[in-house]
């Protein structure tokens, strides 16, 4: 890892393996979250943040409590286990 991936908190290039979005984790992403700013998104546009199994709800509780929260999908693409 190079400086500016230390202080971006940018995963090593070659791990390769999505992360989770929570602060501090480090643990695999199998979750997407998939949520916008109404205030400075329009309305199509969507973010996205990961999530571990051990977060998703956390991070998705943190998104609805602002009205930012759109879906959360599983990360491999599939629409099945979404919540929507």
């Known amino acids: 890892m190079n400086l500016l991936d230390s202080l971006s908190g940018t995963p090593d290039a070659g791990a390769g393996t999505p992360v989770c979005s929570r602060k ?3 643990l695999n992403a199998s979750w997407q979250l998939l949520w916008n700013n109404p205030r400075i ?3 199509e546009r969507r973010k996205t943040w990961l999530a571990c ?6 991070l998705e509780d943190y998104l609805r409590t602002r009205g930012l929260w759109k879906e959360t999908l599983p990360l491999d693409g599939s629409t ?3 919540t929507a």
């Open 41 to 43: 998104h329009t309305p």
């Open 53 to 58: 199994d051990e977060h998703r709800d956390w």
């Open 80 to 82: 099945e286990g979404g």
């Open 24 to 26: 501090a984790c480090r």
